[in-house]
Nanobody, 116 residues
Framework: QVQLVESGGGLVQPGGSLRLSCAAS????????MSWYRQAPGKEREYVAH????????NYARSVKGRFIISRDNAKNTVYLQMNSLKPEDTAVYYC?????????WGQGTQVTVSS
């Protein structure tokens, strides 16, 4: 079955950087577009970034554009989210998402906390 496993979260100071990873299995990764979402405490889950199956096109939420970079390595079945210039408002659980076989699937999430 589809499995997504996020990693790389942690505690970072404002202005710092983190790189999240999402290891995928159970589907043809190189044929699937991938996305990142996040959910802050008390808020709804929100879209962060998207990348096409071969990485030729990316898209970002306005709140992270210019600071975050989504990328993928199809040889490793992994999608990444490089997060730079982090702000306290970036604090959230970050989730990997894919829609294949007509169904959407989520990872378990990885916590990112931006605080001094």
């Amino acid at each position: 079955q589809v499995q997504l496993v996020e990693s790389g979260g942690g505690l970072v100071q404002p202005g710092g950087s983190l790189r999240l990873s999402c290891a995928a299995s159970g589907f043809t990764f190189s044929s699937a577009a991938m996305s990142w979402y996040r959910q802050a405490p008390g808020k709804e889950r929100e879209y962060v970034a998207h990348i096409t199956s071969v990485g030729s096109s990316t898209n970002y939420a306005r709140s992270v554009k210019g600071r975050f970079i989504i990328s993928r390595d199809n040889a490793k079945n992994t999608v990444y989210l490089q997060m730079n210039s982090l702000k306290p408002e970036d604090t959230a659980v970050y989730y990997c998402y894919v829609r294949v076989y007509g169904l959407g699937s989520w990872g378990q999430g990885t916590q990112v906390t931006v605080s001094s």
